[in-house]
């Protein structure tokens, strides 16, 4: 079975940092593979919302909600992909998905995600 394996998530207070990692089960990423990862997250009662994604030449994409504190990286050794999340708000509070960046609402659908939890 191929999916993702998303995990470092866990319970922690405003300001604090988290790096989630995104996993191939069943098959490898290859370089351009990675490219292809994106980051999601829905929060109870709320849409799959897109967090980032790589984009052309190299740039990556931040939603406006996340942009300045988190940080996706390709690690083209491992073959995973980490995002860093900094100064993480209690709105940042939801489940984190990796899936291909093209798709719509990939939430739950490649992998059950990992719990982001932030008290104030």
């Known amino acids: 079975e191929l999916r993702l394996v998303e995990s470092g998530g866990g319970s922690i207070e405003d300001g604090d940092s988290l790096t989630l990692t995104c996993t191939p089960s069943g098959f490898q990423f290859d370089e351009r593979g990675l490219t292809w990862v994106a980051w999601y997250r829905q929060a109870p009662g709320s849409e799959c919302e897109k967090v980032s994604f790589f984009s052309t030449g190299g740039a990556v994409w931040y939603s406006d909600s996340v942009k300045g504190r988190f940080t996706m990286v390709a690690d083209n050794v491992k073959k995973i992909v980490n995002l860093q999340m900094n100064r993480l708000k209690p709105e940042d509070t939801a489940t984190y998905y990796c899936?291909?960046?093209?798709?719509?609402?990939?939430?739950?659908?490649w992998g059950v995600g990992t719990q982001v939890t932030v008290s104030s």
């Open positions: 899936a291909p960046y093209y798709l719509q609402s990939p939430c739950g659908l």
